[in-house]
C-alpha cells in the first residue's frame, strides 16, 4: 500500500516574481519521492503571515486532513512555514496530530513528528520563529520612523 501525504506551502508576502512556493514545493515533493509517499494534495497560503492572527485556510486544511485521519503526513519545509507564532500554536497542533496519530515532517528541519525527541527541537525553533518575526518587526518600525522624521518616503505604492 502506498502512503499519502499532504503538502503545506505557506509564502508571508507574494511579489510578482517570488519563487517559494515552487521551491517549498520541489523540496517536499522530492523527499516524498525518497521516502515512497505519494502527494494527495497540497495545502497552500500566499500572503499569509505565519506570526499574525489572520485567517490562513491552506494552514486550517492541511491540520484538519491530519488530525481526522484523512492524511498520516503532513511535510513542510520548515518549521517556520507552519507557524511564527511559537510554541502556543505549535504545541497545540503537535498534541492534535499525536492524538491522530499522524505526523509532520519539516523537511528542511530534518525534523519528524513522529520521533518524540523532535517535540523538544521543535518547541525551540518554533520560538526562534516567533522571535524572528518580532524583531524584523521592530526593526521595520524602526526604519520607517526614522524615515518620516527626515520626511523622506517609507516605502509602498505612492499615494
Sequence with gaps: MTQTADLYLRLSLDRDGSTSIERQDRDCTEWCERNGLTIRKRHIDRGRSGYKAVDRRGFDAAISALTTGTVGTLIVWKVDRLSRRGMGQV?????????????????????????????????????????????????????????????????????
Excluded: M
Design 91 to 159: 504545541g497545540q497542533v503537535l498534541d492534535d496530530v499525536e492524538k491522530a496519530g499522524g505526523r509532520i515532517v519539516f523537511v528542511q528541519d530534518g525534523l519528524d513528528t513522529s520521533y518524540k525527541q523532535s517535540r523538544l527541537v521543535l518547541a525551540f525553533l518554533s520560538e526562534i520563529a516567533r522571535s524572528e518575526s518580532e524583531n524584523l518587526g521592530l526593526r521595520v518600525a524602526h526604519a520607517k520612523a526614522h524615515l518620516r522624521r527626515k520626511g523622506r518616503w517609507i516605502g509602498g505604492a505612492p499615494p
